[in-house]
Nanobody
């Protein structure tokens, strides 16, 4: 059983910074892609950033230059450093792990429970 547990998030003023982390647990020997998505009220879930096990990154245009994704493959953990936060960044942020290798085979699209990020003065 693969489980993703997020931490971080909270309330921050515009222009501030927050950090998120997400640890995957279970009998995992590899995770090809880990990343972050977000969903604002009334909106569809959207990609924020992803990172491959080899270090390749992909960012949404709206966060490029302000957010930084990183990961520790040995710990099956992914991080998101968010700077220069804007009210438009307010959303529930979800951790994702895709193509997860376990003794049972490769699994797709595991999700964390989500963590609220609110940017407001």
């Amino acid at each position: 059983q693969v489980r993703l547990v997020e931490s971080g998030g909270g309330l921050v003023q515009p222009g501030g910074s927050l950090s998120l982390s997400c640890a995957a647990s279970g009998s995992i020997f590899s995770i090809i892609t880990m990343g972050w998505y977000r969903q604002a009220p009334g909106e569809r879930r959207e990609l924020v950033a992803t990172m491959s096990s080899g270090g390749s990154t992909n960012y949404a245009d709206s966060v490029r230059g302000r957010f930084t994704i990183s990961r520790d493959n040995a710990k099956n953990t992914v991080y998101l450093e968010m700077n220069s936060l804007e009210p438009q960044d307010t959303a529930v942020y979800y951790c994702n792990a895709d193509r997860v290798g376990t003794p049972s085979g490769w699994g797709r699209d595991y999700w964390g429970q989500g963590t609220q990020v609110t940017v407001s003065s």
